[in-house]
């Protein structure tokens, strides 16, 4: 596992150059079986992070351009009617891959943003009452711009929900951004990157996620988090058990990947916001004095008490 997971890291820091907690982050939502949503400004690499894990991993790849004339049948695939065996067949959309690359997800409509919620949630596709298996692993990374509001529509709550983390790619330091000028002007470094792991490599790395240990106090603490979103004053809407759930998962996805075979309250400490945030509303108030939904939540998670001590992996 320490072998692949550094392989991927690699591959990737390549392309995107000083951002290895991003990378870290988006290892993470792999391993966790998560979907990721990447937001941020214009030109930051959003979508050359995302192609950057697709190539490094041996596996389908489709990418989806999220455009306002996109039709749901268009990602989910539609049956078309073959005159020479008089009968409806098949054809799949953009969603049969392992790794689906959304881009700008929120330019499409949100009929078409829809179209991915059974397959994001349930692994599976249903067209004309017949329902399709998603290969494992499967994964969307879907890119948006937080600032640009002209032709886009936000994101439901119900399609936020199902990410299992938001990350920020944010502007390189001058370092990192001096070598992009020497390595990315003369050719794209995308076309340089080989596959260092496979469909079935993954499955297996997944497999020992899966079976991390996870103390009952570790537990609770996670549980005390998403309850006390759910009661502060200065969020409207706070965190689901799905998000519970995926914080959890997370967690266990980190823990593996700092070569731990257990989790730690810090381990979901620091995925906290990453993967709370973008599900949380302000409230009215909040919003007015200015407060982000990322402080809000930083001020409910130091005030969650921490537990004191850990019983042992059992292994």
Wanted: proline share 7%; with cysteine; net charge negative.
């Amino acid at each position: 596992m320490a072998r692949v997971t550094a392989g991927i890291r690699h591959n990737v820091e390549k392309v995107i150059e000083g951002k290895s907690d991003v990378v870290f982050s988006t290892l993470v939502v792999l391993l966790a079986e998560g979907h990721l949503l990447i937001e941020d400004v214009p030109g930051v690499g959003k979508t050359q992070l995302a192609k950057a894990l697709a190539r490094s991993i041996d596996c389908s790849v489709r990418r989806i351009q999220f455009t306002p004339d996109l039709l749901p049948s268009d990602v989910t695939g539609v049956a078309v009617f073959n005159q020479n065996t008089r009968e409806f067949e098949f054809r799949p959309g953009g969603v049969f891959a392992n790794i689906v690359v959304g881009d700008e997800i929120n330019r499409a409509s949100p009929k078409t943003q829809s179209a991915l919620l059974e397959c994001m949630e349930e692994q599976q596709v249903t067209v004309d009452n017949v329902t399709y298996q998603l290969e494992s692993p499967f994964m969307v990374i879907a890119t948006q711009n937080p600032i640009e509001m002209e032709g886009t529509y936000a994101l439901p709550e119900a399609q936020r929900d199902r990410f299992m983390a938001r990350v920020s790619v944010g502007y390189p330091p001058a370092a990192a951004e001096i070598s992009m000028l020497a390595s990315h002007t003369g050719a794209n470094p995308l076309d340089d990157l080989e596959p260092v792991t496979d469909a079935a490599e993954i499955r297996k790395i997944i497999g020992i996620v899966k079976q991390v240990y996870v103390a009952d106090a570790v537990r609770q603490y996670t549980v005390a988090i998403a309850s006390a979103t759910r009661v502060n004053g200065q969020l409207a809407l706070g965190a689901s058990p799905r998000a519970t759930l995926h914080l959890l998962r997370a967690a266990k996805a980190s823990a593996a990947l700092q070569g731990r075979d257990y989790v730690l309250p810090d381990d979901v400490r620091a995925l906290a916001v990453p993967v709370l945030a973008h599900r949380l509303l302000p409230s009215a108030a909040a919003a007015m004095n200015g407060l982000s939904v990322a402080d809000i939540l930083t001020g409910v998670v130091s005030g969650v008490p921490v537990p004191p001590s850990l019983p042992p992996s059992p292994r």
